[in-house]
Protein backbone atom coordinates (compact mmCIF):
# COMPACT_ATOMS: atom_id res chain seq x y z
CA UNK A 1 0.00 0.00 0.00
CA UNK A 2 2.68 2.43 0.75
CA UNK A 3 4.29 1.69 -2.17
CA UNK A 4 1.51 2.48 -4.47
CA UNK A 5 1.11 5.70 -2.65
CA UNK A 6 4.89 6.70 -3.47
CA UNK A 7 4.68 5.57 -7.04
CA UNK A 8 1.39 7.94 -7.02
CA UNK A 9 3.09 11.11 -5.49
CA UNK A 10 5.95 10.60 -8.23
CA UNK A 11 3.37 10.78 -10.63
CA UNK A 12 1.38 13.63 -9.44
CA UNK A 13 5.02 15.45 -8.96
CA UNK A 14 6.17 14.49 -13.18
CA UNK A 15 3.46 15.80 -13.82
CA UNK A 16 3.49 19.20 -11.45
CA UNK A 17 6.80 19.63 -13.43
CA UNK A 18 5.62 18.77 -16.41
CA UNK A 19 3.00 21.54 -16.12
CA UNK A 20 5.52 24.14 -14.76
CA UNK A 21 7.59 23.54 -17.95
CA UNK A 22 4.71 23.84 -20.31
CA UNK A 23 4.11 27.11 -18.50
CA UNK A 24 6.90 28.85 -18.39
CA UNK A 25 7.51 27.72 -22.34
CA UNK A 26 4.28 29.73 -23.19
CA UNK A 27 5.75 32.71 -21.09
CA UNK A 28 9.08 32.70 -22.49
CA UNK A 29 6.91 32.41 -26.15
CA UNK A 30 4.16 35.27 -25.22
CA UNK A 31 7.11 37.38 -23.98
CA UNK A 32 9.14 37.15 -27.32
CA UNK A 33 5.65 37.60 -29.28
CA UNK A 34 5.20 40.66 -27.33
CA UNK A 35 8.20 42.05 -28.35
CA UNK A 36 9.68 43.22 -31.15
CA UNK A 37 10.94 40.55 -33.17
CA UNK A 38 11.75 41.94 -36.54
CA UNK A 39 11.57 44.55 -38.80
CA UNK A 40 8.89 46.95 -38.29
CA UNK A 41 5.27 46.82 -40.20
CA UNK A 42 2.91 49.67 -40.34
CA UNK A 43 -1.04 49.19 -41.24
CA UNK A 44 -2.68 52.40 -40.51
CA UNK A 45 -2.71 55.76 -38.86
CA UNK A 46 -5.13 57.22 -36.51
CA UNK A 47 -6.41 60.11 -34.57
CA UNK A 48 -4.24 59.98 -31.01
CA UNK A 49 -7.72 61.57 -29.52
CA UNK A 50 -10.32 59.34 -31.07
CA UNK A 51 -13.33 61.65 -33.04
CA UNK A 52 -16.93 60.60 -32.74
CA UNK A 53 -17.40 57.74 -35.50
CA UNK A 54 -13.98 55.95 -36.87
CA UNK A 55 -10.98 57.67 -35.97
CA UNK A 56 -9.09 55.69 -39.07
CA UNK A 57 -7.45 58.55 -40.99
CA UNK A 58 -7.09 58.29 -44.88
CA UNK A 59 -4.87 61.75 -45.52
CA UNK A 60 -2.97 64.23 -42.40
CA UNK A 61 -1.23 67.58 -42.36
CA UNK A 62 1.49 68.69 -40.30
CA UNK A 63 1.78 69.63 -36.55
CA UNK A 64 -0.65 66.62 -35.87
CA UNK A 65 -0.28 64.23 -32.69
CA UNK A 66 -1.46 60.47 -34.42
CA UNK A 67 -0.67 57.23 -33.75
CA UNK A 68 0.79 54.53 -35.79
CA UNK A 69 -0.20 51.00 -35.81
CA UNK A 70 1.27 48.24 -36.61
CA UNK A 71 3.78 45.23 -35.16
CA UNK A 72 7.36 45.63 -33.97
CA UNK A 73 6.96 49.28 -33.55
CA UNK A 74 9.21 48.97 -30.22
CA UNK A 75 12.53 50.03 -30.21
CA UNK A 76 11.98 53.27 -32.41
CA UNK A 77 15.52 55.25 -33.48
CA UNK A 78 13.66 57.65 -35.85
CA UNK A 79 10.29 58.54 -37.36
CA UNK A 80 10.05 60.54 -40.78
CA UNK A 81 7.25 62.44 -42.59
CA UNK A 82 8.21 63.19 -46.03
CA UNK A 83 11.60 63.17 -44.86
CA UNK A 84 11.14 65.24 -41.94
CA UNK A 85 11.67 64.00 -38.54
CA UNK A 86 8.96 63.64 -36.30
CA UNK A 87 8.92 63.42 -31.85
CA UNK A 88 8.32 60.55 -29.81
CA UNK A 89 8.87 58.80 -26.80
CA UNK A 90 9.46 55.11 -27.28
CA UNK A 91 8.58 54.85 -23.66
CA UNK A 92 5.21 55.33 -24.86
CA UNK A 93 4.98 52.70 -27.98
CA UNK A 94 3.55 49.37 -27.46
CA UNK A 95 4.68 46.55 -29.84
CA UNK A 96 1.23 47.63 -32.01
CA UNK A 97 1.07 51.35 -31.91
CA UNK A 98 3.49 54.62 -31.41
CA UNK A 99 2.25 57.78 -30.69
CA UNK A 100 4.48 60.89 -32.75
CA UNK A 101 3.95 64.11 -33.13
CA UNK A 102 4.05 65.55 -36.82
CA UNK A 103 6.58 67.96 -37.35
CA UNK A 104 4.76 71.38 -38.14
CA UNK A 105 6.71 72.38 -40.87
CA UNK A 106 7.60 70.07 -43.62
CA UNK A 107 9.35 72.48 -46.91
CA UNK A 108 6.49 70.74 -49.49
CA UNK A 109 8.31 72.29 -52.54
CA UNK A 110 11.86 71.06 -51.37
CA UNK A 111 10.37 67.40 -50.80
CA UNK A 112 12.23 64.86 -52.96
CA UNK A 113 9.08 63.13 -55.14
CA UNK A 114 10.30 59.73 -53.81
CA UNK A 115 9.81 60.86 -50.20
CA UNK A 116 6.78 62.80 -51.01
CA UNK A 117 3.48 60.82 -49.34
CA UNK A 118 5.55 58.54 -47.00
CA UNK A 119 6.02 57.31 -43.65
CA UNK A 120 9.81 56.17 -42.64
CA UNK A 121 9.95 53.98 -39.55
CA UNK A 122 13.42 53.22 -38.50
CA UNK A 123 13.80 50.83 -35.07
CA UNK A 124 16.76 49.13 -33.63
CA UNK A 125 15.67 46.02 -35.68
CA UNK A 126 14.76 47.19 -39.02
CA UNK A 127 12.88 49.75 -41.17
CA UNK A 128 9.80 50.27 -43.53
CA UNK A 129 8.33 52.90 -45.38
CA UNK A 130 4.42 53.36 -45.41
CA UNK A 131 2.95 55.56 -48.33
CA UNK A 132 0.22 57.69 -47.19
CA UNK A 133 -1.20 61.31 -47.88
CA UNK A 134 0.17 63.84 -45.99
CA UNK A 135 -1.30 67.11 -46.68
CA UNK A 136 -0.46 70.53 -45.99
CA UNK A 137 -3.08 72.32 -44.06
CA UNK A 138 -5.09 75.36 -44.50
CA UNK A 139 -2.43 78.55 -44.14
CA UNK A 140 -2.82 80.57 -40.89
CA UNK A 141 -1.35 84.28 -40.58
CA UNK A 142 0.72 85.25 -37.08
CA UNK A 143 1.36 88.79 -37.97
CA UNK A 144 2.72 91.59 -40.47
CA UNK A 145 5.86 92.84 -40.19
CA UNK A 146 4.53 96.31 -40.51
CA UNK A 147 0.68 96.86 -41.14
CA UNK A 148 1.29 100.61 -41.35
CA UNK A 149 3.66 100.47 -44.44
CA UNK A 150 3.26 102.88 -47.53
CA UNK A 151 2.82 101.78 -50.68
CA UNK A 152 5.99 100.48 -52.51
CA UNK A 153 7.68 99.21 -48.77
CA UNK A 154 8.42 96.04 -48.49
CA UNK A 155 6.36 94.01 -46.20
CA UNK A 156 6.71 89.67 -44.48
CA UNK A 157 3.75 88.20 -44.32
CA UNK A 158 4.46 85.69 -41.29
CA UNK A 159 2.49 82.20 -40.47
CA UNK A 160 2.76 78.43 -41.38
CA UNK A 161 1.36 76.23 -44.46
CA UNK A 162 1.93 78.75 -47.25
CA UNK A 163 2.76 76.57 -50.00
CA UNK A 164 1.33 76.18 -53.40
CA UNK A 165 -0.13 79.86 -53.00
CA UNK A 166 -3.00 81.33 -55.30
CA UNK A 167 -3.51 84.47 -54.13
CA UNK A 168 -2.60 87.44 -51.70
CA UNK A 169 -4.37 90.30 -50.80
CA UNK A 170 -3.56 93.20 -49.16
CA UNK A 171 -5.96 95.78 -47.80
CA UNK A 172 -8.28 94.92 -50.97
CA UNK A 173 -5.55 95.09 -53.64
CA UNK A 174 -4.15 91.79 -55.34
CA UNK A 175 -0.32 91.29 -54.84
CA UNK A 176 1.96 90.39 -57.83
CA UNK A 177 5.52 89.51 -57.70
CA UNK A 178 5.29 87.93 -53.84
CA UNK A 179 7.90 85.16 -53.23
CA UNK A 180 7.08 82.38 -50.05
CA UNK A 181 9.76 80.94 -47.75
CA UNK A 182 10.48 77.32 -48.76
CA UNK A 183 9.89 76.20 -45.61
CA UNK A 184 6.12 78.10 -45.84
CA UNK A 185 6.59 80.25 -43.04
CA UNK A 186 6.16 83.64 -44.35
CA UNK A 187 5.67 85.61 -47.74
CA UNK A 188 7.93 88.47 -48.70
CA UNK A 189 5.92 91.15 -50.48
CA UNK A 190 6.02 94.88 -51.49
CA UNK A 191 2.73 96.93 -51.01
CA UNK A 192 0.94 97.61 -53.95
CA UNK A 193 1.05 101.30 -55.05
CA UNK A 194 -3.09 101.36 -55.26
CA UNK A 195 -3.10 100.60 -51.30
CA UNK A 196 -5.23 103.89 -50.25
CA UNK A 197 -7.93 102.54 -47.58
CA UNK A 198 -7.68 99.78 -44.82
CA UNK A 199 -8.24 95.94 -45.36
CA UNK A 200 -7.15 92.37 -44.05
CA UNK A 201 -4.44 90.82 -45.89
CA UNK A 202 -5.98 87.60 -46.94
CA UNK A 203 -3.59 84.46 -48.37
CA UNK A 204 -5.14 81.86 -50.29
CA UNK A 205 -3.27 78.01 -51.01
CA UNK A 206 -4.64 75.20 -52.36
CA UNK A 207 -5.14 74.03 -48.99
CA UNK A 208 -7.57 76.81 -47.48
CA UNK A 209 -7.48 80.91 -47.24
CA UNK A 210 -6.34 82.58 -44.31
CA UNK A 211 -7.69 86.34 -43.14
CA UNK A 212 -6.70 88.97 -41.13
CA UNK A 213 -9.29 89.68 -38.21
CA UNK A 214 -7.69 93.18 -38.13
CA UNK A 215 -7.27 96.00 -41.15
CA UNK A 216 -3.71 96.58 -42.31
CA UNK A 217 -3.11 100.56 -43.51
CA UNK A 218 -5.46 101.61 -40.82
CA UNK A 219 -5.13 104.87 -38.95
CA UNK A 220 -7.95 105.43 -37.71
CA UNK A 221 -9.70 102.29 -35.84
CA UNK A 222 -8.83 101.84 -32.45
CA UNK A 223 -6.25 104.25 -32.75
CA UNK A 224 -5.15 105.85 -29.59
CA UNK A 225 -2.22 108.64 -30.47
CA UNK A 226 -0.32 108.59 -34.09
CA UNK A 227 0.43 112.34 -34.16
CA UNK A 228 -1.39 113.44 -37.06
CA UNK A 229 -5.39 112.83 -37.44
CA UNK A 230 -5.57 111.81 -34.15
CA UNK A 231 -3.27 113.71 -31.63
CA UNK A 232 -3.72 113.16 -28.44
CA UNK A 233 0.37 113.43 -27.09
CA UNK A 234 0.31 115.72 -24.39
CA UNK A 235 4.19 115.95 -23.09
CA UNK A 236 7.38 113.64 -23.04
CA UNK A 237 9.25 112.63 -25.76
CA UNK A 238 10.77 114.76 -29.05
CA UNK A 239 8.53 114.66 -31.74
CA UNK A 240 9.74 114.24 -35.48
CA UNK A 241 8.38 113.77 -39.03
CA UNK A 242 11.74 113.87 -40.25
CA UNK A 243 12.00 110.47 -43.13
CA UNK A 244 15.86 110.87 -43.01
CA UNK A 245 16.39 109.84 -39.82
CA UNK A 246 13.37 106.91 -39.79
CA UNK A 247 12.84 106.58 -43.47
CA UNK A 248 8.65 105.15 -43.82
CA UNK A 249 7.54 107.09 -41.77
CA UNK A 250 3.92 107.85 -41.61
CA UNK A 251 4.01 111.64 -40.88
CA UNK A 252 4.79 112.51 -37.56
CA UNK A 253 6.34 110.15 -34.50
CA UNK A 254 7.62 110.35 -31.51
CA UNK A 255 10.93 109.55 -30.37
CA UNK A 256 12.17 107.89 -27.00
CA UNK A 257 15.78 108.95 -26.15
CA UNK A 258 18.14 107.73 -23.09
CA UNK A 259 21.57 108.58 -22.40
CA UNK A 260 23.92 107.16 -19.67
CA UNK A 261 20.86 105.75 -17.51
CA UNK A 262 22.54 103.76 -14.64
CA UNK A 263 21.20 100.07 -13.90
CA UNK A 264 18.23 100.10 -11.63
CA UNK A 265 17.01 103.55 -12.75
CA UNK A 266 13.37 104.29 -13.29
CA UNK A 267 12.70 107.67 -13.58
CA UNK A 268 11.18 107.19 -17.21
CA UNK A 269 9.60 111.23 -16.57
CA UNK A 270 13.05 112.62 -17.16
CA UNK A 271 14.95 113.56 -20.59
CA UNK A 272 12.33 112.60 -23.06
CA UNK A 273 12.21 108.93 -22.30
CA UNK A 274 8.19 108.91 -22.19
CA UNK A 275 5.12 109.03 -24.50
CA UNK A 276 2.22 110.23 -22.72
CA UNK A 277 -1.21 111.23 -24.10
CA UNK A 278 -4.22 112.78 -22.56
CA UNK A 279 -7.62 110.81 -21.91
CA UNK A 280 -8.32 108.30 -24.44
CA UNK A 281 -10.60 105.83 -24.99
CA UNK A 282 -8.58 102.09 -24.97
CA UNK A 283 -11.77 99.92 -25.75
CA UNK A 284 -15.21 101.44 -26.36
CA UNK A 285 -17.73 100.75 -23.20
CA UNK A 286 -19.99 98.67 -24.75
CA UNK A 287 -16.80 95.97 -25.37
CA UNK A 288 -15.65 96.07 -22.02
CA UNK A 289 -17.57 92.66 -21.23
CA UNK A 290 -15.43 90.99 -23.68
CA UNK A 291 -12.94 88.87 -22.82
CA UNK A 292 -8.97 90.38 -22.32
CA UNK A 293 -7.36 87.99 -24.70
CA UNK A 294 -9.73 89.40 -27.70
CA UNK A 295 -7.53 92.79 -27.61
CA UNK A 296 -4.26 93.84 -28.35
CA UNK A 297 -1.56 96.86 -27.53
CA UNK A 298 -0.10 97.83 -31.21
CA UNK A 299 2.52 100.72 -32.44
CA UNK A 300 4.67 100.65 -34.88
CA UNK A 301 8.49 101.35 -33.76
CA UNK A 302 12.09 101.94 -35.43
CA UNK A 303 14.92 101.28 -33.60
CA UNK A 304 18.52 102.00 -35.69
CA UNK A 305 21.01 101.71 -32.90
CA UNK A 306 21.43 98.18 -30.95
CA UNK A 307 19.24 98.46 -27.94
CA UNK A 308 20.35 95.89 -25.53
CA UNK A 309 19.48 96.56 -22.19
CA UNK A 310 16.29 98.68 -20.55
CA UNK A 311 12.75 97.99 -21.01
CA UNK A 312 9.41 99.94 -22.60
CA UNK A 313 6.90 99.62 -19.80
CA UNK A 314 3.59 100.29 -20.80
CA UNK A 315 1.26 101.49 -18.20
CA UNK A 316 -3.07 103.28 -18.30
CA UNK A 317 -3.17 106.41 -16.10
CA UNK A 318 0.29 106.13 -14.86
CA UNK A 319 -1.21 103.39 -12.65
CA UNK A 320 1.64 100.61 -12.62
CA UNK A 321 -0.74 98.20 -10.96
CA UNK A 322 -0.93 96.34 -13.89
CA UNK A 323 1.87 96.79 -16.61
CA UNK A 324 3.74 95.43 -19.84
CA UNK A 325 6.67 95.07 -20.89
CA UNK A 326 8.54 95.28 -24.31
CA UNK A 327 12.48 93.71 -24.66
CA UNK A 328 12.88 92.62 -27.61
CA UNK A 329 16.69 92.14 -27.48
CA UNK A 330 16.08 89.37 -24.80
CA UNK A 331 16.62 85.81 -25.81
CA UNK A 332 14.01 83.44 -25.84
CA UNK A 333 16.19 81.60 -23.34
CA UNK A 334 16.64 84.78 -21.14
CA UNK A 335 20.21 85.29 -22.70
CA UNK A 336 20.76 88.72 -23.39
CA UNK A 337 21.00 89.93 -27.51
CA UNK A 338 20.94 93.26 -29.00
CA UNK A 339 18.29 94.24 -30.99
CA UNK A 340 17.55 96.89 -33.74
CA UNK A 341 14.95 97.00 -36.84
CA UNK A 342 15.05 97.39 -40.59
CA UNK A 343 13.08 100.13 -40.98
CA UNK A 344 9.40 100.04 -38.72
CA UNK A 345 8.06 97.47 -37.86
CA UNK A 346 4.80 96.38 -35.72
CA UNK A 347 4.74 95.42 -32.42
CA UNK A 348 1.53 93.47 -30.56
CA UNK A 349 1.21 93.29 -26.93
CA UNK A 350 -1.78 90.90 -25.95
CA UNK A 351 -3.43 93.07 -23.12
CA UNK A 352 -3.27 89.72 -21.52
CA UNK A 353 0.61 90.49 -20.97
CA UNK A 354 -0.40 93.29 -18.60
CA UNK A 355 0.91 91.71 -15.78
CA UNK A 356 0.21 92.46 -11.74
CA UNK A 357 2.54 90.48 -9.69
CA UNK A 358 2.91 88.19 -12.01
CA UNK A 359 -0.32 87.36 -13.07
CA UNK A 360 -2.80 89.10 -15.84
CA UNK A 361 -5.92 91.10 -15.17
CA UNK A 362 -9.27 89.02 -15.09
CA UNK A 363 -11.22 91.49 -16.95
CA UNK A 364 -10.45 94.13 -19.30
CA UNK A 365 -12.82 96.11 -16.26
CA UNK A 366 -10.11 95.47 -14.00
CA UNK A 367 -7.35 96.45 -16.36
CA UNK A 368 -9.11 99.47 -17.97
CA UNK A 369 -11.59 100.60 -15.56
CA UNK A 370 -15.31 101.18 -15.51
CA UNK A 371 -15.37 103.52 -18.70
CA UNK A 372 -12.02 102.24 -20.24
CA UNK A 373 -11.05 105.50 -20.94
CA UNK A 374 -7.62 107.28 -19.59
CA UNK A 375 -4.19 107.99 -20.71
CA UNK A 376 -1.49 105.91 -22.17
CA UNK A 377 2.20 106.18 -21.21
CA UNK A 378 4.96 103.99 -22.98
CA UNK A 379 7.87 104.55 -20.76
CA UNK A 380 11.55 103.87 -21.17
CA UNK A 381 13.04 101.95 -17.76
CA UNK A 382 16.47 100.95 -17.18
CA UNK A 383 15.51 97.57 -15.14
CA UNK A 384 18.77 96.33 -16.44
CA UNK A 385 22.23 95.64 -14.61
CA UNK A 386 24.20 97.40 -16.73
CA UNK A 387 24.07 100.83 -18.24
CA UNK A 388 21.78 102.08 -21.02
CA UNK A 389 24.49 104.24 -22.51
CA UNK A 390 22.57 105.56 -25.98
CA UNK A 391 18.97 104.39 -26.90
CA UNK A 392 16.82 105.97 -29.33
CA UNK A 393 13.73 104.65 -30.97
CA UNK A 394 10.93 105.96 -33.24
CA UNK A 395 7.40 105.39 -31.84
CA UNK A 396 4.10 105.84 -34.08
CA UNK A 397 0.18 104.73 -34.56
CA UNK A 398 -0.56 103.58 -31.22
CA UNK A 399 -3.65 101.83 -31.02
CA UNK A 400 -6.05 98.63 -29.47
CA UNK A 401 -6.79 96.37 -32.21
CA UNK A 402 -9.22 93.14 -31.61
CA UNK A 403 -7.25 90.39 -32.69
CA UNK A 404 -9.32 87.80 -32.42
Not at 153 to 182: C, H, M, W
Request: overall charge positive.
Amino acid sequence: MKNLLNRANSHLLLILVAIIFFAVQGCKKDASSSSSSGPPVITGVRNYVPSPGDSLLTRVGTGKWVVITGSNLKGALQIYFNGVKGSFNDAWFSDTSAIVLMPAVIPFPLVEPSQLNTIRFVTTKGETTFSFPIVAPAPTISEISNESANPGDSVTIKGLNFFFIQRVSYAGVEVTGFKGANDGTAISMAVPASVSTPGPVIVTTKSGTATTFYNVHDFTTGVLNNYDGINTFSWGSDVSNSAVNFPGNNGNYGILKATNIPAGNGSWWEGGRSINTNAVQWVPTANLQDTLNKYSLKFEIAVKKPWTDGSIQIVKDYTFTYSAFYRPWKNANGSNGSFKTNGWQTVTVPLSNFLKNGLPSPTLTELLGSTGNGAINVTFTNDGSTVVTDFEAAIDNIRIVKTR
